[in-house]
């Protein structure tokens, strides 16, 4: 068995972490062993490795917040779920592992027969799409959104909800090179990012009454979506990918009363109840499952080569996510 751990923290992401080898002790009564599919690496993640995440688990920590495994071994006294069985890992359990044991009556039994790999990127970047676009606006079908780092996991996820709910997107990248992998999405409008945004998206759009903008990038990117919103518009930011924070225009919140709202996954968990975790788990699990929802995948490394991994995670320049694939 293998786990990529980490016992110190830095700017180098790839340098705090190392694959290690380790045995679990006999299971407890209520436990379920579990061998681990696929773990995704997340900007989340990067970020906690460097020391620069909102939360940071105690050191030294298993790194990996989500993903799916199997049912291995059941504890005396558990009965479900099934040994053989598909679940989703419990949210920030250190998946980054070929093995992983946890309270059975807390895993969520998932369709056996869907793609691991798309099942392993549900808990974080689909719910985040979905309530962002759910949380803050009212949006009717027909109505637009605007976002920026359109190319983006949460970015791919919130096009196709979009469309599952007949709105319409207009998508902000910040490079040309990434242009045609977001158009291939089938998307409405996709633009580079830049000072003349707001009087293009004006015209890609007929001039359309845009009332939410979605904000991943901070720095000047934040001003140039609050540009182009409608009066009373919200903008609701994420991330800060640039590492500068949000820079909104005086006249944005005075001359057109436009409202800027943060959005934390982790902080929505805290508040919600377990039923409602429940059922955007569940809407995100059955659009994967089908096949209506998915996110591209550029490579998967084994649990040994977490420092390989962490590095093309953490590259400026990719096209699909980066998952763990423990394959021992």
Known sequence: MQRAQYTARGP???ASIAAVEFNLPPLAAGQALIRVLAAPINPSDVLTLTGLYGILPPLPA??????????A????GVTAPAVGQTVLLPVGSGTWSTHMVAEAATLMPLPNGADPLQLAMMTVN????HLMLKEFVDLQPGEWVIQNAANSGVGEYLVQLAKLRSLKTVNIVRRESAVAAVKALGVDV?????????????????????RLGIDAVGGKSTDHIAGCLAEGGVLVNYGMMSGEPCMVSPASFVFRDLALRGFWLAQWFRKATSAQRMAVFGEVAGLIATGRLKARVQATYDVSQIKDAVAAAAAGERNGKILIVPRG
Do not use: C, F, M, S
């Open 12 to 14: 180098v992401p790839q």
């Open 62 to 71: 298993v790194g990996g917040n989500e993903g799916v495994g199997v049912v």
């Open 73 to 76: 071994e059941l504890g005396p």
């Open 126 to 129: 689909p719910p985040t799409a």
């Open 190 to 210: 996709v633009l580079v990012d830049g000072p003349g945004l707001a009087k293009q998206v004006a015209e890609a759009t007929d001039r359309a009454r845009i």
